[in-house]
């Protein structure tokens, strides 16, 4: 997460709110080193079914289970 002081995001805070819209990251701002506050999207893009990495989602996943697979 990108890290700003409260005088840099002040001055660019346009800018500022701009990128936290188009990247869709979340920017940290700080006050005399210490955090305060995070900047982040407001409409999150959440995700989508069937998204999640490493998972496989058959076309059939939702057909009923045969009776060897009701029994195992």
């Known amino acids: 997460m990108r890290t ?34 995070v900047i982040a999207p407001a409409d999150p893009h959440g995700r989508q079914f069937g998204t999640l990495p490493g998972l496989h989602v058959p076309d059939d996943f939702d057909a009923p289970l045969t009776d060897e697979a009701l029994w195992v």
């Open 4 to 37: 700003l002081s409260r005088a840099e995001a002040l001055r660019h805070f346009d800018a500022l709110l701009t990128e936290v819209q188009s990247t869709r990251q979340s920017v940290m701002i700080t006050s005399g080193g210490r955090p305060v506050a």
